[in-house]
């Protein structure tokens, strides 16, 4: 059992590999934070234009979570010295945000994280730069239906499986690939905590869910072939056949009867185009 404590500093968490079930004050705290990263979310549709570079983005990320109150969790998070991640076209996820500008037809998935009074809102969306390629849009709608698709299946008495083998059966459908190597994960007090949430997997397998669960589904799907490869950066990583890739993801809470997602768009901006 291995102790960490909060950016915060205020108090030390337990991470011990079981699910915490949460209760009203902690759904309450993960409302707030996730209406934060939401919001952030919203707010960056409008300056996603072809010649803006991550860089900026990212800027702008650490400026909106900082008026809200808030710290980027990446920022210092293992090294990362960033307030979002910038994931461009074949680049999976992680991605650093720099100089790099963004050019007319790129997809790009921003993905934001403000820990706001200890809770950590984790959500990110696709977003299209000028006109888009009718296959990446494809890629990206059923990326979004991945998500939202695998949402459906959290409710008290379920299999963590069963999200994953919803998740994998839509791609596929598709013929597109599922990432393996990277995953959902609960969060809460911590960024990343137990349970792992795969994004492939077979139905009725895996923990049972229970009212006070909080984790994020975040499915990444290829065009190609699943396979990753990892940039020397140790960040980044992308398709290994080059292949354009998608990711949307919530953070979720399982209630009585189903499941809260917290980091659902104030705006409608759910999905491009916006
Ligand atoms: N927000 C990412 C996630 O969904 C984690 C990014 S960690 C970073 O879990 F260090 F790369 F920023
Ligand atoms: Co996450
Ligand atoms: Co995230």
Wanted: negative net charge; proline residues 5%; contains cysteine.
């Amino acid at each position: 059992m291995t102790q960490y404590q909060t950016i915060t500093g205020e108090e030390t968490v337990l991470r011990d590999g079981t699910i915490k079930l949460h209760g009203p004050e902690a759904f309450e705290g993960m409302r707030r934070a996730g209406r934060l990263a939401a919001e952030i979310l919203d707010a960056l549709a409008p300056f996603v234009q072809p010649g803006v570079t991550t860089g900026a983005i990212d800027d702008l990320v650490r400026e909106m979570t900082l008026a809200g109150g808030a710290v980027p969790a990446t920022m210092g998070y293992r090294g990362f010295a960033h307030s979002c991640c910038t994931s461009i076209n074949h680049v999976i996820c992680h991605g650093i945000p720099g100089d790099k500008a963004l050019k007319d037809g790129d997809i790009v998935n921003i993905d934001v994280t403000p820990l706001l009074d200890g809770w950590h809102g984790d959500s990110s969306r696709m977003y299209l730069v000028g006109d888009v390629s009718l296959k990446a849009r494809r890629l990206v709608d059923v990326t979004y239906e991945c998500l939202m698709i695998g949402i459906e299946q959290a409710r008290p008495g379920a299999r963590l499986g069963d999200i994953g083998a919803a998740i994998q059966a839509h791609a596929e459908q598709h013929r597109y690939g599922v990432v393996r190597e990277f995953c959902g994960h609960g969060l809460g007090r911590l960024f990343h905590d137990a349970p792992e949430v795969v994004h492939v997997g077979r139905k009725g397998t895996g923990p049972e869910l229970k009212p006070g669960m909080f984790f994020t589904i975040e499915p990444m799907i290829n065009l190609g072939k699943p396979w990753v490869k990892m940039l020397a950066d140790g960040w980044t990583a992308v398709s290994r056949d080059k292949s354009l890739s998608a990711q949307f993801e919530h953070s979720i809470g399982i209630t009585e009867d189903g499941c809260e997602i917290f980091t659902l768009s104030p705006g409608g901006l759910h999905k491009p185009p916006y």
